[in-house]
């Protein structure tokens, strides 16, 4: 029986990635014998030209359907003067939205061969093991209102986030973390916005769950400038934002 997968090439280099993902795949397939079944559609800026929208409800249809979706790349010049509702990221919010991925995993590994492309020090990025766990369909992408007011002089965008949608990605960062270091940065602003305070109260609720994970919290300003310096680089942990 084989797996049906779902290629969404989008736009740009988008079409480079995925086929050159596909050939690696199809190599998978007939070394262990494991038979794939690809279908291409249309997101983002190639949709909005082929269908009128940036994301058609036969992607989204065929998405569901699948076993596994690989996603290239979305948007370009071409459609950075579009109205919001047709501009080629709306169809990668909405994507996200349709099949529920609320987290986004982004490892940071320093591999030796590539040591030399980084702006940063061989000494300094070398052995670095970082994985970021990102909450991807809740927060200010998705709050409403997000409009503009009073003739366009002024707008609103609103940062809204439940209990459960904080609840989930913090446990899948507390997972991570358990296959990794067992150490947790959680990243927040909880000095100025309510929605960081409740994030951070949760954080800490979920400790009891994982007793074997370390766990401190950073307020976004000083992680970023400790990110350039790399020091939360220096030990393997995982860093939910």
């Known amino acids: 029986m084989s797996n049906k997968i ?20 199809e190599a998978i397939s007939q070394k262990f014998n494991k038979p794939f079944e690809f279908t291409s559609h249309d997101i983002g800026g190639i949709a909005i030209d082929n269908h009128g929208t940036p994301l058609p409800e036969e992607t989204v249809d065929a998405c569901k359907k699948a076993d596994a979706v690989l996603l290239g790349a979305v948007g370009g010049p071409k459609w950075d003067n579009n109205p919001s509702d047709l501009r080629p990221e709306r169809g990668l919010l909405g994507i996200r939205k349709a099949l529920d991925l609320y987290a986004n995993l982004r490892p940071v590994k320093g591999f030796k061969k590539l040591l030399h492309a980084s702006p940063l020090r061989q000494d300094i990025i070398q052995g670095s093991d970082l994985l970021i766990v990102r909450e991807l369909t809740g927060g200010l992408y998705f709050g409403e209102p997000s409009e503009r007011r009073d003739n366009g002089n002024a707008v609103v965008d609103t940062l809204s986030y439940t209990r459960k949608e ?9 997972q991570s973390a358990q296959l990794r270091g067992k150490h947790l940065t959680s990243v927040d602003k909880a000095n100025v916005l309510e929605s960081s305070k409740l994030w951070r109260e949760i954080v800490e609720e979920k400790k009891a769950d994982y007793p074997d994970v370390t766990v401190n919290h950073v307020l976004v300003d000083a992680a970023a400038m400790k990110l350039i310096m790399m020091s939360l680089l220096l030990r393997t942990c995982s860093v939910i934002f």
């Open 6 to 25: 779902v290629l969404l090439p989008g736009d740009g280099i988008g079409a480079e990635v995925i086929y050159s993902a596909k050939d690696v795949l």
């Open 166 to 174: 904080i609840e989930r990605i913090v446990d899948k960062a507390y």
